[in-house]
């Protein structure tokens, strides 16, 4: 069974897990430069998958997508769920 994940990844806000045996546990939030850091780097991988340019949009998203996701790793692990509000 997954854990569910609630709240909003990359916000200063908690995030709230939900575990499979129904105990909550609660990650505190990131740092404001943290989740600034994060939010341009989210910025850089939607505009490089709009680039009409041939394989330029996949060159720098496959530099940018290993930090995005070490990130988001750090709040999830495999499998679980995750719930945006």
Do not use: C, Y
Not at 10 to 18: E, L, Q, W
């Amino acid at each position: 069974m997954a854990r569910i994940v609630i709240g909003h990844i990359g916000s200063d806000a908690p995030v709230v897990i939900i575990n499979p045996d129904g105990s909550i546990t609660v990650i505190p939030g990131w740092k404001p430069e943290a989740l600034d850091e994060f939010s341009r780097k989210a910025t850089i991988l939607s505009e490089a998958a709009r680039l009409k340019t041939p394989h330029l949009g996949q060159s720098i998203i496959k530099t940018a997508l290993a930090s995005v996701q070490k990130e988001i790793a750090e709040h999830l692990q495999e499998g679980d769920v995750l719930i945006l509000r």
